[in-house]
C-alpha cells in the first residue's frame, strides 16, 4: 500500500530521542528553546513558541488578538477545520471568503468585496494550501486598510518561500502577518509527531503567548500585578495572569523536530521532484482537458505537502470513481479537502450557503492528493503515474 503522506524518520532522528530519554529533562528542557532558535532562523521571525499540536497554534493566536464574542474572523473554506475552528474556540464567528482558482488559497479580491460591504473581520487567516503561499503581501494591504489582524496559516508550508518586490520571504517569517503557524504532524515536511509553533515579530505578542501556552502564568518580576508580596519577589513566586492553556510541546518532541530540521532541504527537494514527475507525466492529460495540474504559481518555491490532482472538464472517470479505481491498486489517495462550510457543525449553528463560493465547490468536486512524501522511491511514484495513465 502507498499512502498519500508519510514520515520519514532516520537513525540521527530515533538517536535525537533517545538522548532526551537518558537525560534529566523531559519537558521545559533545553530542547524547547533550541528548537524556537532553530524555527526563527528558518523562517526569519523573531520569537517563536512552539506548542502542542498546530490546532492549538491557530488557538493561542486567534486568543493573542483578542478574538471573542460577537468578532468575526474569514479564513479559506479549503482547509483543514482548525483553521476554522480556532475562531469558534474563542467565541467568535467564522466566515469564509472563497479560493483563488489559480493558486487555491484564500482569494484576495474577494475578501476586499466582503470587507467592502460590511463591517470588515477582525482577524483573516490565509493558508498557505498545499505548501504554496497565499499572497501575502495583498493581505497586509487590505489589513493596512480595513484594520484586521493577520494570521498566515502555514501548516502546509514549512520551508516553502515567496518574492516580493525582489525580496524573497519565508513562510512563517511574518514579513506580511502579524502571527504565522506551523505544523508538525506526521505529514507534514518536518514532524515532532505531534506539534506546533507560532511565530512573530512583535515582542508584546510573543510575550502573551508564552504565558497563555504556559497557563497564564507570570514569572517576570517587572510584570507582576501590584498585588504582590512585598519585597524582593522570591524565586518560587508566580502570577496566574490569565487563563492561559497548557499547550507546552517535551523536549522529547523538540529533540525530533531539531533532528527532522537539518533535513528540510533535502524533504523539499525530493517533494519537488515527485511534483516535477508528475506534472511531466500528466501534461498531456491536461493538454487534453482531463486535469488540472496543481499550482506552482511564479515568484514562490514551495515546499509542497499536497499533490491536489484536479479532474477536467474531458475525464472519463469522475473524482470519486478514480479514488476507488486507484484504492484498489494500493494507491491510497485522498481528498483535500471537504469545504469546511459542508460539515455537519457548521451547517448547524452557521448555515452557510454553497453557492457563494463557486471556486471552492469546483475545486472540492474534482480534487485528489497523490502520493506524496519524500520516502516515495522511484518505482512506487512510476506505479501511481503509470495507474492514473492507464485510468485516465
Not at 468575526?72 to 472563497?98: E, K, L, Q, R, V
Request: glycine residues 8%; hydrophobic residues 35%; contains cysteine.
Amino acid at each position: 500500500m502507498i499512502p498519500y503522506g508519510r514520515q520519514s524518520i532516520n537513525e540521527d532522528d530515533i538517536q535525537a530521542v533517545t538522548d532526551v530519554l537518558r537525560s534529566d529533562r523531559l519537558t521545559q528542557g533545553p530542547r524547547v528553546s533550541d528548537l524556537e532558535q532553530a524555527l526563527c532562523d528558518l523562517t526569519g521571525a523573531k520569537y517563536c513558541i512552539v506548542v502542542a499540536n498546530g490546532t492549538m497554534a491557530l488557538h493561542l493566536a486567534c486568543t493573542a488578538v483578542d478574538i471573542g464574542p460577537g468578532d468575526t474572523g474569514i479564513t479559506s473554506p479549503i482547509s483543514f477545520m482548525a483553521s476554522a475552528n480556532c475562531i469558534a474556540y474563542c467565541g467568535g464567528t467564522p466566515a469564509f471568503a472563497d479560493i483563488d482558482r489559480h493558486n487555491l488559497c484564500l482569494s484576495p479580491p474577494h475578501l476586499e468585496e466582503i470587507c467592502a460591504k460590511g463591517p470588515p473581520p477582525k482577524v483573516v487567516i490565509p493558508v498557505d494550501f498545499a505548501g504554496v503561499p497565499a499572497d501575502l503581501p495583498r493581505f497586509r494591504a487590505l489589513a493596512d486598510r480595513y484594520g484586521f489582524s493577520l494570521i498566515e496559516d502555514a501548516a502546509h508550508a514549512i520551508g516553502s518561500t515567496y518574492a516580493h518586490e525582489g525580496v524573497t520571504h519565508a513562510c512563517g517569517s511574518c514579513a506580511h502577518t502579524d502571527l504565522a503557524i506551523l505544523s508538525f504532524h506526521p505529514v507534514k515536511t518536518v514532524t515532532t509527531g505531534e506539534g506546533g509553533a507560532v511565530l512573530t515579530n512583535d515582542p508584546d505578542l510573543a510575550h502573551r503567548l508564552h504565558c497563555l501556552a504556559n497557563h497564564g502564568i507570570e514569572r517576570d518580576p517587572e510584570r507582576f500585578a501590584s498585588t504582590r508580596p512585598t519585597g524582593p519577589a522570591q524565586p518560587w513566586y508566580h502570577e496566574m495572569q490569565a487563563l492561559g492553556f497548557n499547550a507546552r510541546l517535551t523536549d522529547i518532541h523538540c529533540a525530533l523536530g531539531l533532528s527532522q530540521l537539518k533535513r528540510i532541504q533535502e524533504f523539499k527537494a525530493r517533494r519537488q521532484d515527485i511534483a516535477r514527475q508528475y506534472n511531466n507525466a500528466f501534461k498531456p492529460l491536461e493538454k487534453g482537458k482531463k486535469v488540472l495540474l496543481p499550482p506552482w504559481p511564479e515568484n514562490t518555491d514551495p515546499c509542497f505537502h499536497l499533490y491536489p490532482l484536479r479532474l477536467g472538464p474531458e475525464s472519463n472517470l469522475t473524482r470519486d470513481e478514480l479514488f476507488n479505481r486507484l484504492h484498489e491498486k494500493g494507491i491510497l489517495c485522498q481528498v483535500h479537502y471537504i469545504p469546511i462550510y459542508r460539515q455537519p457543525f457548521y451547517q448547524n449553528h452557521y448555515g452557510y450557503d454553497h453557492g457563494a463560493f463557486p471556486q471552492a465547490e469546483r475545486y472540492y468536486e474534482a480534487c485528489l492528493s497523490l502520493p506524496l512524501f519524500p520516502g516515495l522511491g522511484q518505482d512506487e511514484a512510476r506505479f501511481v503515474v503509470e495507474s492514473v495513465l492507464s485510468l485516465l
